[in-house]
């Protein structure tokens, strides 16, 4: 199984961006913690992040038929981009959609996604453990 974790703009700052709400755990951190679970689980994972939509959208895109999850982190992009969604829907594979932050204890702007709704999951609130979290249950449900 192949699994595909994107972090959209700024998640490149963790560990240094307003770390009372995202924590002191750098992206760096994350990834390495991810890489050891997935090796435990006999899973392969990749990780990307940009902050740049276009790049975001040309990675889904590239995963048809080599990737069976995506867990993905879109940032702000969630909340504004139609792009990110299409290119989700696009290309059929699902994917777990994560947010370090409890976004719906925060503004109001922060409460829709584009993405929610194509998800085969959510996760938020729950610091980077929504990560583990969100690969757990690809593992658990399979490939595609």
Request: charged share 20%.
């Amino acid at each position: 199984m192949n699994i595909l974790v994107i972090n959209g703009p700024n998640l490149n700052l963790l560990g240094l961006r307003e770390p009372h709400i995202y924590g002191a755990e750098t992206l760096s951190d994350v990834e390495a913690k991810l890489g050891a679970l997935a090796a435990d689980l006999g899973v392969r994972l990749s990780c990307f992040q940009s902050n740049h939509e276009g790049a975001l959208v040309d990675k889904i895109q590239a995963s048809r038929g080599t990737v069976d999850w995506i867990i993905i982190n879109a940032g702000a992009y969630t909340h504004t981009s139609v792009a990110i969604r299409d290119a989700l829907a696009g290309v059929g594979i699902p994917f777990v959609e994560v947010h370090i932050s409890n976004v719906y204890a925060r503004e109001d702007f922060r409460h829709h996604s584009y993405l929610s709704d194509k998800a085969a999951g959510v996760v938020a609130g729950l610091g980077t453990f929504g990560y583990e979290a969100a690969i757990q249950f690809a593992v658990r449900q399979g490939k595609r």
